[in-house]
């Protein structure tokens, strides 16, 4: 799926950007020198995804062959740069009788998956703030009345997802996703954790409320019989200790901060372990939870 299909995208600078922004690898080609007749001139560039190109270098075999090899490159998954020549004769199937020399960056970027279950106020202030990051979101309510009104106007890389049984997208998250906890009902809460830890592939699960919440919940979760080890997974109430307030919006920041110190260890290490929460987070998220 052409993930930056939603946004209008043509020319190779604005892919780059959108790229950089979704955290999604790519190739940029340039062509280095000309010599002769050629389509186009040095300095040209051209865009290249797993699933789509932007732009041109001339087009036909010449690219054909110029989008294939860029996509050979993705899948050996490392930053490198690579120079071809190409001598533009019938042996391309080009007409032209010159030569270009062209460059291949590849830029090999981390995508990180995250869901996001529940629609409330928090969320709403959540999601806007996660999107501008390298993240792949998957914003999950079993309430249409409330995600409708977001469907096709949020970026590209986040996707509203209506499911009366927003369990079943939680047992469906990718290896090393993450999660976040924040619906109106305690139940599903409950519901959503115990699917999330059965799992064993999120690289994160998180859930607001008050430490009240999360004892209860970590209690109900032994005597169901998961492990201590289990348990310590869920970072619940969830949110960076240093940035206190009750408003949506400044428990939304606190999320997003915990979140992008996570985002910004990822790429050194896998696993972050959730670090145990301050008294204050837990009021922040005893306020919060009436909210969502």
Known sequence: MNNMASIPVNTWFEALYQCQQQGRSYVLITVLQTAGSTPR???????????????????GHLEFDAITKARELLIQNEQQQYIHSYPLASALGQCCGGAMKVLFEVQVQHTQHIAIFGAGHVAQALVPILAQLPLQIRWVDNRASLLEEFIGTMPSNVECVIDDDPSAEMASLPKDAWAIVLTHNHQLDYDLV???????????????????????????????????????????????????????????????????????????????????????????????????
């Open 194 to 292: 115990e699917c999330g830890l059965k799992t064993s592939r999120l690289n994160f699960l998180g859930m607001i409320g008050s430490n009240a919440k999360a004892k209860r919940f970590k209690t109900r979760l032994a005597n169901r019989g998961f492990t201590e080890s289990q348990i310590t997974c869920l970072s619940s109430p969830i949110g960076n200790l240093d940035i206190s307030g009750k408003r949506p919006v400044e428990v939304a920041v606190s999320i997003s901060a915990q979140l992008i110190n996570l985002l910004n260890n990822t790429s050194s290490k896998k696993t972050e372990t959730p670090q145990e929460p301050a008294t204050h987070k837990a009021q922040i998220n005893n306020t919060s939870e009436q909210l969502v």
């Open 41 to 59: 001139e040095g300095g040209t560039k051209m865009l290249v995804t797993e699933d789509a190109q932007f732009d041109t270098i001339g087009g």
